[in-house]
């Protein structure tokens, strides 16, 4: 008889075999490809000196010449750890933009408690839901919709609620027309305003209903508005002046931030995206908690790259000058896509969402006919429950590009279509 051999608890060995579970979290099965792997797998080839790529969402314009500035005279720096929330200086440059552009009161915005600097506002998007959803919680968010609003829900144990964003619903979500039922299990709802991909803006009143909803029924309103300040001439408003008007309807002193965060961020507002850096500004408690979980996983923004966004922040002639050129850009669009496709200007952020049939099949055709790369607007968005994926008809154009280039594409795409 063959003697088994024993253990100690340090010395168990690992075991595998083809019949083992998988390792990894489960949860990474509920996610579809990310929509640029998808699209690498429809078109096949790779991009070529002579392709024009409006599939991704990534300003072309010249960055601020400040940009390289600082970040060299702040050099020395990039020696030292940076602090989670950021410094002084970028949290005052950041709440003190938000006080200029949206009107809000004096003291409505704590630097020291109401901010936190982000590596972009994809980074902080996907973690704060893993501070605020427990398994099982409802997240809403719009369909079609940003892909990191549905893989922070699923990796944070949440369930994802889609809630119709289409014509028929102005491209906004209608949280609203929730159930109570509903409406009492959500813990988070995602709005993006200016929306990605649609170009739809929350008018000031959806904003005011929204935060009143949120408190109500107690969770958590956040706000994406990375594309507030490309727009076609009238600004998109903030939910952090629907949360000023709130306390000023209010009798014996407001709520303040409560149940609302935004997120903002200067990769659209000031053509540097490889900058990474941006803020969440909100409800004091839910950024205190924010900060305790980034400080276990987060990405701290470097010293030199915060002193070069509080720069960024404090001027806004380089982020006029940019927005000129996308309305040149809208301009053109309209020239050559006008009554076509279902074209609309966008009223805020550079995308064009254009109903051309069958995305797939456009997005085909335009790379292998045009050698011009856009997104299918099914990759954007999750079939609903009668098996209809609302972005199917559409394909999203990243108006991204200097002037000529723009022009040239949409030439290109209005004949190959």
Known sequence: MTRQPTFSPHEIPILSSPLDPSPLNHRLDRLTDYPFQRLTALLGGAVTPDSIVMSIGEPQHAPPLLVARILAEQAAAWGKYPPGNGTADFRAASADWLGRRFGLPAGLVDPDRHILPVAGTREALYLFAQAVCNPGDLVAMPNPFYQVYYGAAILAGGEPLLVPATAETGFQPDFESLGEDVLSRLALAYVCTPANPQGSVASSERLDRLVALARKHNFVLA??????????????????AACARADRALIGGGQ???????????????????????????????????????SYGGAATPLPVLAAAAALWRDEAHVEESRALYRAKFDVAERLLGGRFGFTRPQGGFFLWLNVGDGESAALALWQKAKLRVLPGAYLAQNDASGHNPGQPYIRVALVQDLPTTERALSLLAQTL
């Open 223 to 240: 706000v994406d508005e990375c594309y507030s300040e490309i727009h076609d001439g009238i600004p998109p408003d903030s939910a952090l």
């Open 256 to 294: 303040g931030l409560r149940n609302v965060v935004v997120f903002n961020s200067l990769s659209k507002r000031s053509s540097v995206p490889g900058l990474r850096s941006g803020f969440v500004c909100g409800d004091a408690d839910l950024i205190a908690a924010f900060a305790r979980l980034r």
